[in-house]
């Protein structure tokens, strides 16, 4: 029997684990995790901070016992720190007494996830500022708010999760203000789209800093945070929480002279083999193939994680499966709007070199005279010649964003804009108008092309 | 300048009338209508009668008057009672006098729409039965409800009119008696889907009587009817809507020598015109392509109607634009219940002749630990041999029926389900579980196929 090793067991790692165990020469699997936890959802952190979600523990899909008792030795606090690809062994820490031991493998998978950015910011490190990444560390902020009763909350970078924080804090009863170096939040979308989720912010009651440069963190004479220092000024916050994204975690693999690419995620193959025998990589450290642009790209998501541990899963046990790379989708909200992209916007179109044209129409999630019809604003981008579809966005009211499926598998496709308006979509006056907006959108954009 | 004639006022006729208006070479445009109103939405009549629709005229997307002031000759009560297709003329009625008079076309377009099944029943006619295909039927059916104040409601057909003409009366707070002839609600479902259908109309307080067969409507003393008569009794109404699904009304163009295919609609090719040159159809009346089955079918929907009328716009005033066919895609709800299917369901693909496999699963609309994620069930219709995907169907609560946008784009593109399964689609907790139910559906229906 071969022994697959998999360095981190959260979606990645054990979604591999899982599958290897199903194929037809299943191997022994283990798992070193150097928390506690396994397989929890660190997208669902804002929600457990905002109080949506009443327990942590709700965060994990599947704890580390239940995973034992699927068969798959899972070792937690266990901390892989070097790779002998020559040998095919590991060196493994037990974080519980610090002893080390070598454990050899036939397949290792690198599955160690993402690190957040955290700046060397003078008083980063103070008692005040957060990250969130980790359940320790959103319970440490829960923790902080009850002990502290805070007012004042910053959140610092207006992406994905600095939206998302923003939004659990407002729903906590605090006065948030999010700095943003840009002039604009979301860079995933184009400036006239993010603006739409700027006004949103607002009307949320956050208070929105674009353009705006953190130098620091102000501390307290308590030692507490109290302002985050800018070049417009301090924002004072009695808590301080950075949003900032993450980029892949491939230092292990590095030192172990495993290839690491332009995004500085591990190289992969379609398979997720890297380019040294008997490893695999998979999840928020490895770098794929983005669909549209056919250039490698990292993108950190549980949906993608997932999916390429268990193509990991298959190919180390007898299985053949492909990753066949993704196209950028993603989905969020903040209070009531609705936020959906994929594939490319018009910026990362032209800056990938593609003749690109865009158009942005106004919609409704119904029929006009039904209660409650949701505005959202749709944009579609194409290459002028041919018209494919490269890339959409959309932003509105209830119903808006996973509109962006269906134009998510149209690029997928690479339909062309023409042959997307025509597309039978579904149509109930409470679900949609006759013509739905991505199909305005597509058509509109459509005229734009030749 | 040619002269274009639309035999038609809603959905099909005003987009034909009104595309051409842009195009290259824009014809003189007249348009026959033989009601008052034009392009009014009768997918929201069951709407108006809940009440949800507080006033008819919200349902008219453009008036007579809106038409004409952007150069549409619209002549409201004009029927068209002939076509002489060799002298391309028509024989119009003014319905205000009964003076008739011909009126010569280049090109003629037939929109009639559909008819109402209307069995001819004992008592069918009686005052207190209605059918629900126009605003003034919804007017009467209202008027009706105010005059009489009924207190229980029979609904004849349990397809997608019978179901939301249920809701409707429910909303009106009347006790609802759907009876269905066959053993399943909504036959454009498979009967396990079907089920989930008739368990939602029944937590709603529908009384609902599958496999019986109306005999009759049962009038009162007063000339009112007072029951619908089955084959399984009596089953007491104050008030009988009629639901039983429409035909292509294609009586005049069958009389003009215009062909006729097997579904009953005017046959087309991809252009949407008909064997005879100069005569085009769209809407209701007309007879495409089914894209999955390669043969024809007559699908009654306001999308396609608007889409088949858009074609025949452009075509007539020197553009080129096809029709490519539908797929079937449909949503609706019944009270929390909501309803998507796209493609052939495994009861259709097998009569198709095709060697299919089916898999539902249950899924939730979110991620398992957000608030009031929404069960759903999702069914993959897929060909055993290379696993083309042929449909889907999806029962559930809030956020479930638009999801088979995504699955129609599949089914769209001929994708199989294994490359369904690997599909970027949006995630996020609020919005979907980390793999969304329509691609676990997928990749379940994919162990089956090879």
């Not at 916050?237 to 590095?254: C, K, Q, S, T």
């Not at 308006?421 to 949609?432: E, R, S």
Request: charged letters at 20%.
């Amino acid at each position: 029997m071969t022994r697959f090793v998999v360095i981190g067991g959260d979606a990645a790692g054990m979604s591999a684990a899982a599958q290897s165990t199903r194929g037809a020469t299943a191997p022994d699997v283990v798992v070193f995790e150097r928390g506690v936890h396994t397989s929890y959802a660190a997208c669902g952190l804002p929600y457990y901070v905002g109080g949506l979600v009443p327990d942590a523990d709700q965060l994990v899909a599947r704890s580390p016992e239940e995973h034992r008792a699927r068969g798959i030795d899972v070792r937690i606090r266990h901390e892989v720190v070097g790779i002998d690809t020559d040998a095919r062994s590991v060196v493994v820490r037990d974080l519980a007494d610090g002893r080390e031991r070598t454990e050899p493998y036939d397949h290792l998978l690198v599955a160690t996830g993402a690190v957040p950015l955290r700046p060397p910011w003078p008083g980063v490190d103070a008692p005040g500022v957060f990250g969130l990444h980790s359940i320790p560390e959103a319970t440490a902020i829960l923790d902080a708010v009850r002990a502290r009763d805070p007012r004042r909350a910053a959140v610092v970078g207006a992406g994905y999760i600095g939206l998302e924080i923003a939004e659990a804090f407002e729903r906590l009863g605090l006065d948030v203000t999010v700095v943003e170096r840009l002039d604009q939040p979301m860079t995933t979308l184009d400036p006239d789209m993010a603006a739409r989720v700027a006004t949103g912010m607002s009307d949320l009651g956050v208070d929105l800093r674009l353009g705006t440069t953190v130098d620091g963190m102000v501390v307290g004479d308590d030692g507490w945070v109290r302002a985050v220092a800018t070049d417009a000024g301090e924002v004072p916050a009695d808590i301080v929480v950075l949003g900032l994204g993450v980029r892949p975690n491939a230092a292990l693999a590095e030192a172990a002279g495993i290839p690491v690419g332009p995004t500085g995620g591990i190289v992969t193959d379609a398979r997720m083999a890297t380019p040294v025998e008997g490893v695999w990589a998979a999840g928020d450290c490895a770098q794929s193939l983005h669909r549209v642009t056919g250039a490698p790209a990292a993108i950190a998501l549980g949906t993608h994680a997932n999916k390429q541990g268990r193509v990991v899963g298959t190919n180390v046990s007898g299985g053949h499966a492909r990753f066949p790379g993704y196209i950028g989708t993603a989905v969020t909200k903040v209070g009531p709007v609705e936020v959906g992209r994929t594939g490319l916007t018009e910026r990362e179109a032209a800056a990938a070199g593609f003749d690109a044209v865009a158009a942005t129409i106004e919609g409704a999630s119904r029929s006009h005279y039904y209660p409650d019809a949701a505005p959202m604003a749709v944009k579609v981008v194409a290459e002028r010649r041919g018209g494919r579809m490269l890339g959409a966005q959309i932003v509105g009211g209830a119903d808006a964003a996973k509109r962006i499926d269906a134009l998510a598998v149209g690029v997928w496709n690479e339909m062309s804009v023409d042959a997307f308006t025509q597309l039978d979509l579904g149509y109930a006056p409470p679900f949609a108008p006759v013509w739905d907006p991505i199909l305005i959108a597509a058509r509109t954009t459509a005229r734009h092309t030749g």
